[in-house]
């Protein structure tokens, strides 16, 4: 069966996204949110889910990846080496008691040799919460700065952004959207200047 899920897999998708996080930080909410416009209570995601999204003229694959512990080392490394086009990595910002593992994780993720020229997006989620994290506090507190400078030297600014969101409310949704759309036209130009070459 995994065989057949890997071939489906290896198919050119111009801009797949990787939604990565911990168990419970909020990434098949936010993938519902972005397919109905409306905060879900989701299940369980158990593995894997492919879904197409068509958002304010952005088409995206949007892979949302099961952030239990069993299936981070086996899955979403592997999963890495697909070179997504854009990680989204979502944090609980309530959750203090998980910072380690997500820096941890983050660093695995942000470290590896075939996310190098990969934009993450941090969002620091669940900010309706009255003990969650600012997004800088967030930041600080999982050593983002540190492990961006261990990425690339130059401290690229656009290799890392952080922002605040409540799915919940959907406070930061729209600023998300704004920057996805912005970093799709650049890989267009991109892709463009590739087959005048
Ligand atoms: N208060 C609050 N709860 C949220 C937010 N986003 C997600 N949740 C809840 O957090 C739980 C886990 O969400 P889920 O999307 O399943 O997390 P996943 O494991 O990362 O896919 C669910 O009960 C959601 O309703 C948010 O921004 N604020
Ligand atoms: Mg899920």
Do not use: C
């Not at 369980?44 to 197409?52: A, Q």
């Amino acid at each position: 069966m995994f065989k057949r899920i890997w071939s489906i897999f290896r198919k050119d998708e111009p801009t797949r996204v990787f939604l990565l996080g911990l168990s419970n930080a909020g990434k098949t909410t936010f993938l519902k949110l972005l397919q109905l416009d409306e905060f879900i209570n989701p299940t369980r995601t158990m593995g894997l889910d492919v879904e197409d999204v068509n958002k304010d003229g952005l088409v995206m694959k949007v892979w949302d990846v099961g952030g239990q512990e069993t299936f981070r080392e086996s899955i979403w490394l592997r999963l890495l080496e697909l070179e997504p086009d854009v990680i989204i990595y979502v944090v609980d910002s309530a959750d203090h008691k998980m910072l380690e593992e997500n820096e941890k994780w983050f660093r695995k993720i942000a470290l590896s040799p075939y996310t190098k020229n990969t934009p993450i997006i941090v969002l620091a989620n669940k900010q309706d919460l009255p003990n969650a994290m600012s997004e800088g506090k967030l930041a600080v507190k999982m050593h983002l700065l540190e492990t961006s400078l261990e990425r690339d030297e130059t401290a690229n600014p656009r290799s890392f952004r952080v922002f605040p969101t409540s799915f919940k409310t959907g406070e930061g949704v729209e600023t998300v959207m704004e920057y996805l759309e912005e970093l799709f036209r650049n890989f267009r130009k991109k892709k463009r200047k590739k087959m005048m070459k």
